[in-house]
């Protein structure tokens, strides 16, 4: 009987996983890096703990051309970019490295596609 009940519970957590993948949704960032230093970009979700690419790690551009994120999400959630210079985090922009800075049109929502952002030392 445990056997059976635990195989129910185990088949409606697949089917609950997997009918949230398949109403996931895109949003794509378009970041262009024009302060003289490396920095790193790390997005954030507004309605969940969740990171990319990692709650401590972030994407590296060490050039200064336009880098597309493409990320999925869910429906209509808001995701805010937060980049800063590396090594020393002197300057940040978006919600900087934690998520938690104030910002103005550093966040989109999930399903379109931001413009571009240019980072550079006038934030």
């Known amino acids: 009987m445990k056997s059976v009940i635990g195989s129910v519970f185990l088949v409606a957590a697949v089917l609950i996983a997997s009918m949230a993948q398949t109403h996931a949704e895109d949003i794509k960032f378009h970041i262009l890096n024009e302060s003289p230093y490396d920095i790193q970009v790390r997005f954030f979700s507004k309605a969940r703990t969740v990171f990319w690419p990692g709650q401590h790690s972030g994407y590296d551009q060490k050039d200064h051309v336009v880098h597309d994120y493409n990320l999925s999400c869910n429906p209509g959630e808001q995701i805010c970019y937060g980049a800063w210079t590396m090594p020393h985090l002197a300057d940040k922009w978006g919600v900087g490295d934690t998520g938690k800075l104030g910002c103005a049109k550093c966040c989109g929502v999930c399903g379109q596609n931001v413009s ?8």
């Open 116 to 123: 571009q952002i240019s980072l550079g030392l006038a934030k």
